[in-house]
Structures are given as C-alpha cells and as structure tokens.
C-alpha cells in the first residue's frame, strides 16, 4: 500500500492521473448507457475525477481507493469544487458496502491490477456490492497495447470473459483508448459492460 501512496505522493503523481475524466466514462453518462443516474461505486477511483464528474451529472456517487494520499486529494478536489461525493480508503478485494449497494460500480484501471488469484474475488465483492441487474463498466488495458514501456498487465477479450461470466452478462467488450500523461493518443484499452445476474 505504502507504494500506492508513493506515487500519488510524487510531484508529478501517477500516469494515469490526468486531472480530468477518462473520456471513456464521460461518453457512457453522456450517451445514455448510465441511466437513470443513480448510485454509483467508482473503485480504484484515485483523485477522483472521474467520481466528481457522476456527481456532477446527478449521480449519488461513492469512490473507493487503497491509497489514502489519492483519496486525500480527491476529498481536497471535490470540496473545492463544491461536489458531494463519498471518498472512502478501502481495499477493493473487501468492499466495505451492504450488499445491493450500487446501480453500478465503475473501475478505470484497477482490474487490470490484480493477479489470477484476486479476480474472482474482486469479481464477488463488485456482484455483491451491485443491486440486481446492476451494471459494471470496467476499462483495463489490452493485450493489444505494446509492452515495451511497461506498465500493468495486459488482458485479453478471453480473460475478462472467463472472470466475469460465472456472475454477469457481458454485453460488450470493445476498443477504447486510455487517456494517460505517456501516451500521445492513449493506450489501447477494452471498455466491458457487464450486468450483475
């Protein structure tokens, strides 16, 4: 954990803390695919960017980081800027929500994190935090994304599907961009939209 906090801490703060919203997620409120706006979990949620923007656009909106130094400045960000949105430290493997919390959990780069053994219960603690026929939108990046700068692990179309299925129905898997301070044009990503059975 204290390496999380490290990077948030650095002066230039990590890669993938560009200071707005991933792009990725403002087309999902923007087109329609989270609607109605209601309660939303954003884990992983670092400075909270993108968990402001849901508050922004009428979200309930909670947010949930293993970093306390992100969730510091995600606090600091969302009083300036006159938004309510509920900033917990927390470890995503161990939600700390009742069951049937959220209409959806959000995750921008924290799945591509975990090892084999943390997936399936990262994927439990979304199920059970989601209401039935919740919906989990997940960008992670892909395995088309070149490794030679390094960075998280790369995942295929197969695994998110062999992760994800036992508990949700994947409605897509498709191409994104990650929008990061070292790419030019972003990294290439899979955005999945996956509803809680």
């Known amino acids: ?17 560009i200071g707005r919203p991933q792009p990725a997620f403002i087309s999902l409120v923007k087109n ?15 400075t909270g960017e993108n968990a402001i923007f849901y508050a922004q656009n009428k979200f309930t909106v909670s947010g949930l980081d293993l970093a306390r130094a992100a969730i510091d400045q995600a606090r600091s960000k969302a009083k300036e800027r006159n938004v309510n949105v509920d900033f917990q430290e927390g470890n995503a493997l161990a939600l700390d929500f009742k069951a049937g919390s959220f209409d959806y959990v959000t995750d921008s780069g924290l799945f591509h994190t975990f090892n084999d053994a943390q997936r399936p219960l990262f994927r439990d603690e979304v199920a059970r935090a989601l209401k039935p026929k919740g919906v989990y939108f997940m960008m992670c990046f892909s395995d088309k994304e070149p490794t030679n700068w390094g960075g998280p692990r790369r995942v295929s179309k197969e695994e998110i599907k062999e992760t994800f ?3 949700f ?29």
């Open 169 to 197: 129905k994947i409605n897509y898997i498709r191409d994104e961009l990650f929008t990061t301070k070292i790419h030019d044009k972003g990294g290439r990503a899979y955005l999945t939209s996956a509803t809680r059975l």
């Open 165 to 167: 299925s036992p508990r």
């Open 1 to 17: 954990m204290s390496d999380w906090n490290q990077i948030y801490r650095a002066s230039n703060g990590p890669p993938w803390d």
């Open 32 to 46: 329609h695919e989270m609607v109605p706006p209601g309660t939303v979990l954003d884990v992983g949620c670092g």
